[in-house]
């Protein structure tokens, strides 16, 4: 096995992925994406996402794929190992020796009782970099909580400052939990391989759902620690700045972001606002008595339709934009023209379009590291390939 193809990035690194469900498949799939060769090592039974669903699609062997695994492990080979039995702990064993990075999101402690605490993992090889991700940390009080994307959203504050008020916590539309942690630990893990190019020596990388939360309060969070101010949800309406937020027109609602003077300026004359009005002259003003504004807004709005509200307001040079659905977002040209959308050849569903990487590098067309992205795999389906490789590498140490 060689690196993968087009990699101009990381195309030395060889991760093991032990993770399942989101946050460590997303992080792994980050790496790949970077040309990292990512080995997931699933179960006999698969990664718990073959089975979430529906929506399934089935391939041309009668087997149904699962599309929220195919969301979160593109660019991947998979190999299946019961780490419970000593074949399985055997082939992990080989797997860490030859790996630049193991990525697991086990309960704190599981690893240890297969055999895989970090005093082992680092006689087996020091240059390994060892990323954890757990629901809410390694230690302290509740570290033994299994984390779920859901219940850190809520139990990390981020859904008592969603929805339309205080009286409706609401979840985000997709995991941001599980998306974050593995944000967070593919930023943690190339930081860690920086650092071993200069030190010859990996280190243990940890992170959480709960981390991931915290560490996007942003503003609410000083709001909180530094004013003492305690956030609550406010709808589509932005807490500190005004307007700034979801305003209906005629026929359907528009975006809007006045986030400076200078352009409420340019706003305030199209909607018949003196821009010195007493009750807007400021955006602290204009924040305490939003609810006003927004009404002479939304009455002004309502003479026309979005579309002719967004070409006025283009014109004027304020921001504002759509609320798309998915597929308006997948057809639209701006989202096609920075490689967001990729085509892999799957082994059984033929050609299919996923969702692709997130990074340009250069000037490429294309997003990520690769001219070509692989498809999610069947499960096993590289068990002959990595065991092939495996005794490659083991001979040519040996010779």
């Known amino acids: 096995m060689t690196p993968n193809p087009g990699a101009v990035m990381l195309s030395d690194i060889v991760v093991v992925d032990l993770t399942r469900a989101l946050a460590g498949p997303h992080a792994a799939m980050m790496l790949g994406d970077l040309g990292a060769t990512v080995i997931k090592v699933e179960s006999p039974a698969g990664d718990d996402t073959r089975q979430w669903g529906p929506p399934f699609v089935t391939g041309s062997e009668g087997d149904e794929q699962s599309t ?231 009455e002004a709005f309502a003479v026309a339709g979005a579309e002719v509200w967004l070409e006025r307001l283009a014109e004027a040079g304020v921001p504002a934009g759509k609320v798309r659905t998915l597929d308006d977002v997948y057809a639209w040209d701006q989202t096609r023209s920075q490689g967001l959308l990729v085509e892999v050849d799957h082994e059984t569903l033929g050609p299919i379009e996923i969702p692709g990487p997130v990074l340009r590098l250069d000037d490429l067309p294309y997003a990520g590291a690769r001219e070509k992205n692989l498809a999610p795999p069947r499960l096993g389906q590289h068990n002959d390939h990595v065991a092939a490789w495996l005794d490659a590498r083991e001979a040519e140490a040996a010779s």
């Not at 190999?79 to 030859?98: F, N, P, W, Y």
């Not at 967070?184 to 759902?209: K, M, Q």
């Open 68 to 298: 929220y695994y195919l969301s979160c492990n593109r660019n991947k080979l998979s190999i299946t190992a019961d780490l419970k039995s000593d074949d399985g702990r055997r082939t992990l064993e080989r797997l860490v020796q030859q790996a630049d990075v193991l990525l697991e999101n086990f309960r704190p402690g599981v690893l240890e009782r297969l055999g895989f605490g970090y005093e082992r993992l680092q006689a087996l090889n020091p240059r390994l970099v060892i990323c954890q991700i757990t629901g809410f940390g390694h230690d302290g009080p509740e570290s033994a909580r299994a984390g779920y994307d859901q219940i850190a959203q809520g139990e990390g504050g981020l859904m008592s400052m969603t929805g339309p008020d205080a009286e409706h916590p609401t979840k985000v539309g997709v995991p941001i939990a599980d998306l974050l942690a593995g944000m967070n630990a593919a930023y943690g893990i190339a930081s860690a391989l920086h650092e071993r190019s200069r030190t010859g020596r990996g280190r243990v990388v940890r992170t959480s759902l709960l981390a991931g939360m915290v560490g996007v309060h942003a503003f609410q969070g000083t709001r909180w620690t530094v004013a003492h101010e305690r956030p609550s949800a406010a709808g589509n309406h932005h807490p500190s700045i005004s307007p700034y937020g979801l305003f209906r027109t005629a026929d359907a609602p528009v975006q809007l972001s006045v986030g400076s003077e200078g352009l409420w300026h340019r706003f305030a004359p199209l909607v018949g606002i003196d821009v010195e009005d007493p009750a807007y002259a400021s955006n602290p003003l204009r924040v305490r008595n939003r609810d006003s504004l927004t009404a002479r807004i939304e």
